[in-house]
């Protein structure tokens, strides 16, 4: 048995999706445990795009058990579609999918509700993607939650879906909805939504403990997913301007009801560079022709939303950080060859701020604003890397960046992604090789 737990170690959009898809094919169950509909997994198959919002990507691997845990608040009406996505493209969605009773629900409402939020904060918002994912997790917190299970005990989802809207119209009443709008905080209208999925969900819907416990006794090969990444962690990341859930290994263990021990390694997925979807502090962002010139060589824009990502350089800072507490074994950088044509690569060490040194990645977001990034330079290969598939296929200076990241993060490169299609990848390690630290 080896589970694996892969996080990201950045603001998310690291290439999660590819990673996961990438190992998937030596796992027997993959696990997703955190966040909502808000993520966009964008995965390559024999020349296909698959962007995969709340199913698990290992679906794309027709002998992998998924499983959707606790931890994620699921849209059912985004899920239904998503599944008829999928079956319409050829992937089998049946018994190899299985979905928490656990689990919370989005409701019309909540995304009523999280579009009224980021107005009323103005500029002060958080750039969500109004998918209602933070209100869901707020109903969850103060037990006003609607949970998958509820949809199978009508008497309990009435009363559930009432209370929760007689409570969430006293704290609207000072603003003006429109017709669509009033119609989320409708009890017919939320009862016909649920009404809709209920028993195309019902064969999915089991105790995902139960079948995570089941896998680890059966000594099975288990593969942990989460969405977004460290620094948009609730209580890691750059608050405010995080997500809603812990997406760390923390998140992981609550979300699938996961043993304490049982995870056996954890890899960061972290860019060659970074970027940040929405508000906050960033401090190696690139603005101008610099930022646009990375942000359209990589194709920088959300796979959820379309939003176009701001860009900036390696943060050593913001990476040790997300190897700290994360506890991460090793590290895997996707899209080396989007900085084939820099003749100069940057990488952040350490910030200033009035003349102070700070290698210690700030807690306040107000302080993180204000630090100037310190930065290490090293010449570019000015060589194609795209689709190589071994070291020795990467230039030199290629290989003595990955070198230089391993040195000064302190952690080592096992996976080097230089393309969105499976075999765009070098491998350096195994991580379903258990470290020999970790063994006891």
Request: aromatic fraction near 4%.
């Amino acid at each position: 048995m080896s589970v694996l737990s892969v996080v990201g170690g950045q603001w998310g959009d690291e290439g999660k999706g590819k990673v996961v898809d990438l190992l998937a094919g030596r796992a027997d169950v993959v696990a997703r445990y955190q966040g909502g509909a808000n993520a966009g997994h964008t995965v390559v198959v024999d020349g296909k795009q698959f962007i995969l919002h709340l199913i698990p990507t290992g679906i794309l691997h027709p002998d992998v058990r998924c499983i959707i845990g606790s931890g994620v608040v699921v849209d059912p009406i985004a899920l239904v579609e998503e599944i008829e996505q999928l079956r319409a493209s050829g992937i089998e969605v049946g018994s190899n999918l299985v979905i928490g009773k656990r689990a919370h629900m989005i409701m019309p409402y909540h995304k009523v509700i999280d579009a009224h939020m980021e107005e009323l904060l103005g500029v002060n918002r958080i750039g969500t993607t109004g998918r209602g994912i933070g209100p869901a997790y707020s109903d969850k917190a103060a037990r006003l939650g609607v949970r998958v299970c509820d949809l199978y005990d009508e008497k309990v989802l009435s009363e559930r879906v009432r209370v929760s809207l007689a409570i969430k119209k006293r704290l609207l009443s000072g603003i003006t909805l429109s017709r669509e709008e009033l119609e989320a905080f409708e009890e017919d209208h939320i009862m016909e939504v649920c009404g809709q999925v209920r028993e195309i969900l019902k064969p999915l819907v089991r105790n995902t403990d139960a079948e995570i416990l089941e896998a680890i006794t059966s000594g099975k090969q288990i593969l942990l997913e989460g969405a977004q990444g460290i620094l948009l962690d609730l209580d890691m990341g750059t608050y405010p301007y995080v997500t809603s859930s812990n997406t760390g290994v923390g998140g992981a263990l609550s979300g699938l009801g996961m043993p304490l021990g049982k995870v056996d390694t954890i890899i960061a997925i972290m860019k060659a560079y970074c970027t940040r979807v929405g508000q906050g502090p960033f401090p190696s962002e690139l603005h101008g022709d610099e930022g646009e010139r990375l942000r359209a060589e990589g194709g920088e824009y959300g796979a959820t939303t379309g939003r176009p990502r701001r860009c900036g350089w390696f943060d050593a800072v913001a990476a040790r950080h997300a190897i700290q507490v994360t506890g991460a074994d090793a590290i895997v950088v996707t899209k080396l060859d989007v900085l084939d044509n820099q003749e100069t690569i940057r990488v952040c060490i350490g910030y200033e701020m009035n003349g102070e040194r700070i290698t210690i990645f700030p807690a306040e977001a107000t302080i993180l604003e204000r630090c100037v990034p310190v930065y290490e330079d090293f010449p570019g290969w000015l060589a194609p890397t795209a689709g190589a598939r071994s070291l020795d296929d990467l230039p030199e200076r290629a290989r003595e960046y990955i070198g230089h990241l391993e040195r000064i993060i302190g952690k080592p490169v096992w996976i080097i992604s230089t393309g969105p299609g499976r075999g765009d990848t070098i491998e350096i390690h195994n991580p379903f090789s258990v470290p020999e630290e970790r063994k006891v």
